[in-house]
């Protein structure tokens, strides 16, 4: 089955640091382009960061630039977000996201992962 | 960066109706702009490409237009499966961004 699992959420105090994964599994995952999307509760989607088939190319959102780490391994078909600096307002949902080319198509969405920031 | 609005942000329609969302950026960004819908739980789903181009498998009444820093979304004749929240994403530049999005919800 083509499909995207996150893993990694829970409740972290501000100022920590959590790690997601995602697991993906179907499909030939390092011809992808891959990137994580956020949505806080009740709120609209929030792009956040990209990383391409290489590793070699990556981009963020400001919100998270210099807090947030995308990787993958396409070696274990998994991609990564290394969250630090937690803060309330990143409370949300994080989807996992494959893309394809060439006319930037999120096609595949993982069910996502809810990370709440709290004390 | 590149940011985008939606109005309304909100709007009330009944089966039938025809309803115009318009998505606006900061920016030029020629056409390289999407439109998702998005239902409760759901993964968002893309219903429109490169402004104007028709996702395979997604209704007709569905067309979006527009290009350069203003664009639209219509549905022709509302039908129950449509309400839902409707975002443009534009890809132009990164960071890419999502606009904050327009709920659609029964009259």
């Known amino acids: 089955e083509v499909q995207l699992v996150e893993s990694g959420g829970g409740l972290v105090q501000p100022g920590g640091s959590l790690r997601l994964s995602c697991a993906a599994s179907?499909?030939?995952?390092?011809?992808?382009?891959m990137i994580w999307v956020r949505q806080a509760p009740g709120k609209g989607l929030e792009w956040l960061s990209y990383v391409n088939s290489f590793s070699n190319t990556i981009y963020y959102a400001e919100s998270v630039k210099g807090r947030f780490t995308i990787s993958r391994d396409n070696a274990k078909n998994s991609l990564f977000l290394q969250m630090s600096s937690l803060r309330g307002e990143d409370t949300a949902v994080y989807y996992c996201?494959?893309?394809?080319?060439?006319?930037?198509?999120?096609?595949?969405w993982g069910r996502g992962t809810l990370v709440t920031v709290s004390s | 960066d590149i940011q985008m609005t939606q109005s309304p942000s909100s709007l009330s329609a009944s089966v039938g109706d025809r309803v115009t969302i318009t998505c606006r950026a900061s920016?030029?960004?020629?056409?390289?702009l999407a439109w998702y819908q998005q239902k409760p739980g759901k993964a968002p789903k893309r219903l429109i490409y490169?402004?104007?181009s028709l996702q395979s498998g997604v209704p007709s009444r569905f067309s979006g237009s527009g290009s350069g820093t203003e664009f639209t979304l219509t549905i022709s004749s509302l039908q129950p499966e449509d309400f839902a929240t409707y975002y443009c994403?534009?890809?132009?530049?990164?960071?890419?961004?999502f606009g904050p999005g327009t709920k659609v919800d029964v009259k």
């Open positions: 179907g499909f030939s995952f390092s011809s992808f382009e």
């Open positions: 996201v494959r893309v394809t080319a060439p006319s930037w198509y999120f096609d595949l």
């Open positions: 490169a402004a104007s």
């Open positions: 920016q030029g960004i020629r056409s390289d």
């Open positions: 994403l534009q890809h132009n530049s990164f960071p890419f961004t």
